[in-house]
């Protein structure tokens, strides 16, 4: 990634105006590392000489309080990585013609799943600040659009049907559930990690705020990065 590999290398983490050391709009943060010079492994790789000391960046800002948007979105999305992880694993199944009855497991844990996730309320509206009509019939048309889903859930789990034949069902409650995730009033900036060399941007990730969220109203409605560690691979300003 590095033509001059010798050069210091820093890391800038940034949310909107906030972190930006070349912004002098906000007030300056200690939202960078300190400089540092990568040191060949011996090898093909370099890396930046942290050992056991990992660096920590402070990144305090302030936002509009948009918890009733970001939670039902975070728990929806929840939903949709418990649903994806069972039906890759009852596609898998099938592509290695496992037996029926164990097909039916699969099949069995996976709408009992979601049945259980679609019974879970989406927070409501009440006492919220800066609500408005189009958070209310978001809310309306969830609260629908879930019900209906979890009715026909249970419709297929009390009917005896060939397993193959239910994918066409749960791949379109996924579909459903996608969709749901449309939230026009999101008006978190996402967070940006820079590598940084010199005074020059070098290369960046970009992490949806709504990602590493934290949220009171339960496990689900946070980040499904939230509080985890996770690998970032960064990418050159001009790639798409």
Same mark, same amino acid.
């Given at each position: 990634?590095? $033509? ?23 007030? #300056?943060?200690?939202s960078?590392? %300190?400089y540092?010079?990568p040191?060949?492994?011996?090898n ?10 990992? #660096? ?27 649903? $994806? ?13 496992m *037996? ?22 989406? #927070?409501?509206?009440e ?11 978001i ?10 889903? %979890? ?9 005896a049907?060939?397993?193959?034949? =239910?994918? #066409? ?22 967070v ?28 689900? *409605? ?8 996770? =690998?970032v ?8």
């Open positions: 990634m590095l $033509q001059d590999i010798g050069e210091a290398i820093q890391f800038e983490v940034s949310i909107g105006n906030y972190g930006n050391k070349f912004d002098n709009t906000c007030k #300056p943060l200690a960078t590392t %300190q540092s010079r040191i060949f492994d011996g093909y790789y370099y890396y930046l000489p942290w050992a056991n000391t990992k #660096p920590v960046v402070t990144l305090t800002s302030y936002w509009e309080d948009i918890s009733h948007r970001l939670d039902p979105l975070n728990l929806i999305l929840a939903m949709i990585v418990k649903l $994806q992880a069972n039906l890759t694993a009852l596609k898998s199944g099938i592509q290695a013609k *037996a029926e009855n164990q097909l039916a497991q699969i099949r069995l844990k996976l709408i009992d799943e979601l049945i259980v996730d679609l019974s879970k309320e989406l #927070p409501r509206l006492g919220k600040q800066n609500v408005t009509v189009l958070d209310t019939q809310l309306k048309l969830r609260v629908k659009s879930l019900h209906q889903i %979890q009715e026909t859930a249970i419709r297929v789990r009390n009917e049907m060939d397993v193959k034949a =239910t994918l #066409p069902d749960i791949e379109d409650w996924l579909d459903k559930l996608i969709q749901l995730t449309e939230e026009p009033q999101n008006s978190m900036p996402d940006f990690i820079w590598m940084i060399r010199g005074e020059k941007r070098l290369a960046y990730a970009r992490v949806p705020a709504h990602e590493i969220f934290y949220s009171t109203t339960c496990p689900e *409605a946070s980040g499904k990065y939230c509080g985890k560690t996770q =690998t691979f960064l990418k050159y300003p001009q790639d798409k």
